[in-house]
């Protein structure tokens, strides 16, 4: 594996250095934007479509994400995705036959195919990421969002533009003033049309074409938009996807606005600029060693080896994570919070008592965290609020990129008290045939949950007894029939989670005067937290933004758990099936294939994942000037409109 990409390497840099009809070296195209942090989409271009089209190398992709794919436990939901989801219908195995057989004349287009395939699933957990071309964005100086100004929505060029664009890193402004474009003074410009369409209409292209990551056609418009969200504990602000565009060919985009200070519309193209987020480089021969050939981390470990458990992230316990692809930046300082923070410090939430002196807010950006730390910061939080006179909680789940499974559940657990029960999911995985191998392997060797997702001991049955060393949870499978086909799927299962802190007898507070409010971003542990809450409780939820007369969900991407290729790889490689003819071989490419790998099911209808069960916000609001990207702002108005 190790000898091929330099190969390759050899190869691409010979045909990228070339003689011309005259006899003159042709220069190296990925030379000419090494070092640099931006480069110009066109050049940039040159540089990615260098690299020749390689049959091995499609063939090797191909196999291994459908290989991939035979775990993917939505696979048949998609031959007709349900209403309201019904624009997220693909024929997946039509898809993959015509990739494998399609003609491309460069290793990008092919990349670009199936990468753009794979997007419009609209499943953040299942993604191919060639890291070749994936660690480019394209990012606009003009981001927009939608506000209701006079009592009617448009889109603007963010007002707060110019101040979120100068905390970018000094080229990309630079960049602009090189070429005499002037984009601060379309901040906050009323947009009429872009690419000559009604502004909305193109903001529902990008989020068919770009957004992916969503099945609900709102929450990924919502997502087009540029709005605030905690980067760890620290705020930021997105650049939305139609002003981040990730591994795209787009080189501008053409506006008809209305500047802010001004009544007469003009026509302006806004060029992109691409920021490079993968390994330095100085040629053709080095971009591809560093960025597009298989390395070390590329594919799974046989983690039966001592020497490969060290310091393995993925063993600790599942998780739920979403790829949200546009660049975030520090949110302007006139934005923040201005209140004292209530608890000084918290690693991916912060928290705050309103005016009102009765409303308490824990925004959490994610549930990415240590496990012991979040539940203490958990804690304190509500230990604080309450000691500060708080009777009324409002969660901020803005953006959030979900994490650790059995954290969601802890923080419904807490809100809801140990005398409630279960606040976790009934789930499945999809019992294929290698997946019935690696079970009974799993079995055979005594292979456990300290290396093994498949390993027994790591579920519980529905009535939360944990499943026998012994026991085949995947065979026989049980044969579940969506959109006429029957597919095999193992039994109901449950997490197991063991919580450092002590959880409540009785909620802390009364779930009554408990809400919560998001753009809808909410993925994956955070959309089952959220859909466990509002299914359970019947908590109010307030959605914000979107566009105008169009229904948006309150969760965005509702799976149950998610396997990066590496995880896959690994749980094959442990179980000894590496060497089986239905084991995918290893990536020759330096690049991801995750996937939904584990479903969560509805307690209101157990037989329907909660991605597909329709579930609308109680409350819907949009965006104005003094709640777009301003999260204290929006917390007073939502108490005020949630709880009077």
Not at 12 to 22: H, P, V
Request: glycine share 6%; hydrophobic share 40%; proline share 7%.
């Amino acid at each position: 594996m190790r000898s091929f990409a330099p190969t390759l390497s050899t190869l691409f840099l010979a045909l990228s250095i070339t003689s011309t009809a005259d006899g003159h070296k042709r220069a190296d195209p990925c030379a000419q934007i090494a070092g640099g942090l931006f480069a110009a989409p066109a050049e940039l271009k040159s540089c990615l479509k260098s690299f020749p089209f390689n049959e091995t190398l499609r063939q090797n992709v191909i196999n291994v994400v459908s290989g991939v794919f035979d775990f993917f436990t939505f696979e048949d939901f998609y031959l007709n995705s349900p209403p309201p989801f019904q624009e997220s219908t693909v024929d997946i195995r039509a898809d993959l036959s015509r990739i494998s057989t399609q003609i491309y004349e460069t290793d990008y287009d092919f990349n670009l195919d199936l990468y753009n395939f794979v997007n419009r699933l609209n499943d953040g957990h299942t993604q191919w990421t060639p890291n070749c071309y994936a660690t480019w964005e394209n990012l606009l100086p003009t981001p927009i969002v939608s506000l209701e100004v006079d009592g009617t929505e448009s889109v603007y060029i963010a007002p707060d533009s110019v101040a979120f664009i100068n905390l970018v890193p000094s080229g990309f402004a630079s960049f602009y003033a090189s070429i005499n474009f002037d984009w601060q003074r379309l901040a906050g410009a009323r947009v009429l049309k872009i690419e000559g369409q009604d502004p909305y209409d193109y903001v529902d292209f990008i989020a068919d074409t770009v957004t992916g990551n969503f099945l609900d056609h709102g929450v990924r418009v919502n997502s087009v938009f540029s709005s605030y969200r905690l980067s760890g504990s620290a705020f930021s602000q997105r650049f939305g996807d139609l002003a981040g565009q990730l591994f795209s060919p787009a080189e501008n985009i053409t506006f008809t606005l209305i500047p802010a200070e001004s009544s007469k519309p003009e026509n302006i193209t806004v060029p992109f600029l691409s920021t490079f987020m993968g390994n330095q480089f100085t040629d053709s021969a080095s971009y591809w060693e560093n960025n597009c050939a298989a390395n070390s981390g590329t594919n799974g470990v046989d983690r039966r080896l001592g020497s490969n458990l060290h310091g393995s992230p993925a063993r600790a316990l599942p998780v739920a994570v979403g790829r949200m692809p546009s660049s975030a930046i520090g949110l302007p300082a006139p934005f923040q919070p201005s209140l004292p923070p209530v608890v000084p410090s918290a690693d991916v939430m912060r928290t705050y008592l309103l005016p009102d002196g009765k409303t308490g807010v824990i925004f959490v950006g994610s549930f990415l965290d240590d496990v012991d730390q979040f539940q203490i910061d958990v804690q304190n939080a509500v230990t604080s609020l309450k000691s500060s006179g708080a009777t009324r909680l409002v969660i901020d789940l803005t953006n959030n990129l979900g994490g650790t499974v059995c954290l969601g559940i802890f923080l419904h657990q807490y809100l809801a008290g140990s005398s409630f029960g279960y606040s976790g999911f009934n789930s499945a995985v999809r019992a294929n045939p290698l997946a019935q191998k690696i079970v009974a392997a799993d079995i055979a060797h005594r292979i456990t949950q300290d290396v093994s997702f498949y390993a027994p001991d790591q579920w519980t049955f529905v009535n939360n007894t944990v499943l026998p060393d012994d026991f085949n949870f995947v065979s026989p499978a049980e044969g579940v029939t969506i959109n006429g086909q029957v597919d095999p799927t193992s039994r109901r299962l449950r997490d197991i989670c063991s919580f450092s802190v002590p959880i409540p007898e009785s909620p802390p507070f009364d779930l009554t005067n408990v809400a919560i409010v998001s753009n809808g971003n909410c993925a994956s542990t955070c959309a089952m937290f959220s859909t466990g809450m509002y299914e359970r409780h019947n908590t109010t939820i307030a959605v914000f933004g979107g566009k105008p007369g169009e229904s948006m969900e309150f969760k965005g991407m509702a799976g149950n758990q998610v396997l990066e290729w590496t995880d896959l790889d690994s749980e094959i490689k442990t179980a000894g099936l590496k060497d089986d003819s239905l084991a995918p071989p290893d990536l020759l490419v330096s690049a991801n294939m995750r996937h939904n790998w584990r479903t969560a099911y509805s307690f209101l209808e157990e037989n329907t994942p909660i991605a597909y069960r329709s579930e609308l916000p109680q409350l819907r609001f949009p965006y104005t000037l003094k709640t777009y990207n301003d999260p204290q702002n929006l917390w007073i108005f939502a108490a005020q409109q949630i709880f009077g």
